[in-house]
Nanobody, 121 residues
Framework: QVQLVESGGGLVQAGGSLRLSCAAS????????MGWFRQAPGKEREFVGV????????TYADSVKGRFTVSRDNVKNTVYLQMTSLKPEDTAVYYC??????????????WGQGTQVTVSS
């Protein structure tokens, strides 16, 4: 089993930046693809981005393409979500997740508890 702990959420003004981190337990981190999702109030959870096991490949939702970047450090067992040019509609709880296979749709096995991101206008 993999345990995931997100951090880095908070309140930021529109146009600002924020970096989320997701630390994973276990020795098998590099065998998983890692993804980020978000859920805004009253909405379904949606896909944000995914990164392959090696970090060589990434895929993003159209709504964040060009603004968000997913990266990973397989030594630190951590995946990151760098968010720039933030908009109020980016306000949501952000979750990281692991999956066996890189791709979209991204099939997940484990989830973190989420971290709140609030973008003020």
């Amino acid at each position: 089993q993999v345990q995931l702990v997100e951090s880095g959420g908070g309140l930021v003004q529109a146009g600002g930046s924020l970096r989320l981190s997701c630390a994973a337990s276990g020795r098998t981190f590099s065998t998983y693809a890692m993804g980020w999702f978000r859920q805004a109030p009253g909405k379904e959870r949606e896909f944000v981005g995914v990164i392959s096991r090696s970090g060589a490949w990434t895929t993003y939702a159209d709504s964040v393409k060009g603004r968000f970047t997913v990266s990973r450090d397989n030594v630190k067992n951590t995946v990151y979500l760098q968010m720039t040019s933030l908009k109020p509609e980016d306000t949501a709880v952000y979750y990281c997740a692991v999956g066996r296979v890189y791709g979209v749709p991204f099939t997940t096995e484990y989830w973190g508890q989420g971290t709140q991101v609030t973008v003020s206008s």
